[in-house]
């Protein structure tokens, strides 16, 4: 499983904008690049990129292989309620990878 | 292990190769994207549209030390209310192996218009940030940027 | 291709200065400092630090059981936070049942071999990347400390001679550029001076985070030489001279370079 780095505030007022950030352990191999052997190295990358907030999608990224390996995406959210707030990540081969992160909002 | 410089001097061969047997092969399909391929990538985002320059800012330096990673800001001037909001941010380039970057769709629940990525450049060229606003209109933003090596790379 | 203009302009620029001189302490600057603001914000925010994602993948490894012992590293260990903090602040050390100095990739490899009776990891895999990297978290702060014995002084030795040996096509020893000329551009790029306090970094170029020998390795493409073999003596006694060197900096593991 790749790994994954998130940072969504623990806390916020209501109505407030908070930035969140997210890093995925993904090489995001672009198809143009040759092994050792001077065949291409296949392309995998991750695809697409979905935010939910408390089910609803807030945030989503088509993503091409002009993105860096380990792809960074940041991004802001109002805070409306206290609840989860979802990421996935789906790659070429649609295997998707899901973290959640808790937001507490007063 | 990378490389984006690698596959560019790979495509390099390829167009070269191509380019001395041009009398008597068909022509290679285009090692690069160029201005003309990410115009295309444009329309075909917008659906031919008019963009109207402006209101879009590409928050890149503009002297790269590496091409590999380059923290890459789109902000758009936008209230971002459920009546007026940015609904997609469209990043192209015009000089990497395929014009497009990455398109990225926004809500009023966005609170800004503002994404923040790290995007691969293959060489110096102009990167373009293209918006679809809630009312169906298009506005854009552009940097040109100059991508260099550092010492002692890897692949030298 | 760019390579093409950077050497003569080197060339040019290490003809104008010959004279060698120990870098004094208070003049010390990690490489962090030479890189651009963008570079240094990526190193400074954990969720911005791609490195981060190997100590995370090495904490993992760390609990992980392993070989025919069927141990992990943390049921000798105990948390790394604890046990591990200040160890790669100090290594390479001296290892008496090998009779011969090991960097932090030896010492994982020998309790690998010796305590869970597993194969090795080989050098730039995966496993060792993300365990020497979430080793080297647990000193991140802490000054380089290299230990005071004796046992090591032969070895660090031959590593300063290494360091001031001329090697490759283009003739250059490491202090040729990193003692003589930091701070001056070869190219485009600044030249740092090449303390070793970061280790693992995790490099933009290569897009992974790898050792400081893969990074030597780089700088000895660099100047036309044949590279050492991963593991070699050369490399142990480079990084023992190098650890002295930056002897009272910081550890900044995860280091991001570009």
């Not at chain 3, 200065?17 to 870098?23: G, Y």
């Not at chain 3, 050098?123 to 290299?146: C, D, H, K, N």
């Given at each position: 499983m790749a790994r994954a780095l998130i940072n969504v505030p623990a806390k916020a007022k209501k109505g407030e904008i908070v930035?969140?950030?997210?890093?995925?352990?993904?090489?995001?191999?672009?198809g143009f690049r040759p092994a050792a052997d001077g065949k291409l190295v296949p392309r995998n990358i991750i695809k697409r990129f979905v935010c939910t907030y408390d089910g609803e999608a807030v945030f989503s990224a088509d993503l091409f292989p002009a993105i860096s390996a380990n792809p960074f995406l940041s991004f802001t959210l109002v805070a409306t309620n206290s609840g989860v707030i979802t990421f996935?990540?789906?790659?070429?081969?649609?295997?998707?990878?899901?973290?959640?992160?808790?937001?507490e909002v007063v | 292990m990378n490389t984006d410089a690698q596959s560019l001097d790979l495509s390099r061969r390829a167009f070269l190769a191509g380019a001395a047997g041009a009398s008597i092969c068909v022509i290679a399909p285009s090692a690069?994207?160029?201005?003309?391929?990410?115009?295309?990538?444009?329309?075909?985002?917008?659906?031919?549209?008019?963009?109207?320059?402006?209101?879009?800012?590409?928050?890149?330096p503009v002297l790269l030390e590496s091409g590999h990673s380059v923290p890459t800001i789109v902000r758009v001037?936008?209230?971002?209310?459920?009546?007026?909001?940015?609904?997609?941010?469209?990043?192209?380039?015009?000089?990497?192996?395929?014009?497009n970057v990455g398109v990225f769709h926004l809500t009023p629940r966005s609170g800004r218009a503002w994404v923040s990525t790290r995007i691969r450049l293959g060489d110096s060229q102009k990167v373009v940030a293209v918006a679809q606003m809630s009312d169906g209109s298009f506005a854009s933003g552009s940097i040109d940027v100059i991508v260099t090596l550092p010492a002692c790379v890897e692949g030298a | 291709m760019r390579a093409q203009w950077i050497l003569p302009a080197c060339v040019m620029l290490?003809?104008?200065?010959?004279?060698?001189?120990?870098?004094?302490?208070?003049?010390?600057?990690?490489?962090?400092?030479?890189?651009?603001?963008?570079?240094?914000?990526?190193?400074a925010d954990d969720v911005s630090n791609p490195g981060m994602l190997a100590a995370l993948d090495g904490e993992a490894f760390w609990k992980q059981k392993a070989g025919a012992a069927n141990k992990a590293c943390a049921d000798c260990h105990g948390p790394a936070e604890e046990s591990m903090k200040g160890v790669s602040a100090r290594y390479p050390a001296f290892n008496a049942s090998a009779s011969k100095p090991i960097d932090v990739q030896g010492q994982v490899n020998q309790c690998r071999s010796e305590r869970q009776q597993a194969a090795p990891f080989r050098f730039e895999s995966r496993e060792l990347l993300a365990l020497t990297t979430y080793i080297g978290l647990q000193s991140r702060g802490m000054p380089v400390s290299p230990p005071d014995d004796e046992r090591l002084t032969l070895f660090?030795?031959?590593?300063?001679?290494?360091?001031?040996?001329?090697?490759?096509?283009?003739?250059?020893?490491?202090?040729?550029c990193h003692e003589d000329n930091w701070g001056r551009k070869l190219g485009?790029?600044?030249?740092?001076?090449?303390?070793?306090?970061?280790?693992p970094i995790y490099r933009l170029e290569w897009q992974d985070v790898g050792s400081l020998q893969r990074r030597l390795r780089n700088c000895m493409?660099?100047?036309?030489?044949?590279?050492?073999?991963?593991?070699?003596?050369?490399?142990?006694?480079?990084?023992?001279?190098?650890?002295?060197?930056?002897?009272g900096m910081s550890v900044e593991t995860p280091g991001v370079r570009p």
């Amino acid at each position: 499983m790749a790994r994954a780095l998130i940072n969504v505030p623990a806390k916020a007022k209501k109505g407030e904008i908070v930035e969140i950030k997210t890093l995925l352990s993904h090489p995001m191999e672009t198809g143009f690049r040759p092994a050792a052997d001077g065949k291409l190295v296949p392309r995998n990358i991750i695809k697409r990129f979905v935010c939910t907030y408390d089910g609803e999608a807030v945030f989503s990224a088509d993503l091409f292989p002009a993105i860096s390996a380990n792809p960074f995406l940041s991004f802001t959210l109002v805070a409306t309620n206290s609840g989860v707030i979802t990421f996935s990540w789906t790659d070429d081969n649609d295997e998707t990878q899901v973290q959640t992160a808790k937001i507490e909002v007063v | 292990m990378n490389t984006d410089a690698q596959s560019l001097d790979l495509s390099r061969r390829a167009f070269l190769a191509g380019a001395a047997g041009a009398s008597i092969c068909v022509i290679a399909p285009s090692a690069r994207a160029t201005p003309e391929a990410m115009a295309q990538a444009i329309t075909d985002f917008t659906g031919g549209k008019p963009v109207k320059e402006g209101r879009v800012v590409v928050d890149i330096p503009v002297l790269l030390e590496s091409g590999h990673s380059v923290p890459t800001i789109v902000r758009v001037d936008s209230p971002m209310s459920p009546q007026n909001y940015v609904r997609a941010i469209a990043l192209f380039n015009e000089r990497n192996p395929q014009p497009n970057v990455g398109v990225f769709h926004l809500t009023p629940r966005s609170g800004r218009a503002w994404v923040s990525t790290r995007i691969r450049l293959g060489d110096s060229q102009k990167v373009v940030a293209v918006a679809q606003m809630s009312d169906g209109s298009f506005a854009s933003g552009s940097i040109d940027v100059i991508v260099t090596l550092p010492a002692c790379v890897e692949g030298a | 291709m760019r390579a093409q203009w950077i050497l003569p302009a080197c060339v040019m620029l290490l003809a104008a200065n010959s004279a060698r001189a120990e870098i004094p302490l208070h003049e010390r600057k990690s490489g962090a400092e030479f890189m651009s603001p963008q570079t240094q914000a990526m190193q400074a925010d954990d969720v911005s630090n791609p490195g981060m994602l190997a100590a995370l993948d090495g904490e993992a490894f760390w609990k992980q059981k392993a070989g025919a012992a069927n141990k992990a590293c943390a049921d000798c260990h105990g948390p790394a936070e604890e046990s591990m903090k200040g160890v790669s602040a100090r290594y390479p050390a001296f290892n008496a049942s090998a009779s011969k100095p090991i960097d932090v990739q030896g010492q994982v490899n020998q309790c690998r071999s010796e305590r869970q009776q597993a194969a090795p990891f080989r050098f730039e895999s995966r496993e060792l990347l993300a365990l020497t990297t979430y080793i080297g978290l647990q000193s991140r702060g802490m000054p380089v400390s290299p230990p005071d014995d004796e046992r090591l002084t032969l070895f660090r030795e031959r590593g300063k001679a290494l360091f001031n040996q001329r090697l490759g096509q283009l003739n250059f020893s490491c202090a040729h550029c990193h003692e003589d000329n930091w701070g001056r551009k070869l190219g485009s790029a600044p030249i740092p001076q090449a303390h070793a306090n970061s280790y693992p970094i995790y490099r933009l170029e290569w897009q992974d985070v790898g050792s400081l020998q893969r990074r030597l390795r780089n700088c000895m493409t660099g100047v036309r030489a044949e590279a050492y073999s991963y593991g070699s003596p050369e490399f142990i006694e480079l990084e023992l001279f190098l650890a002295a060197r930056a002897r009272g900096m910081s550890v900044e593991t995860p280091g991001v370079r570009p």
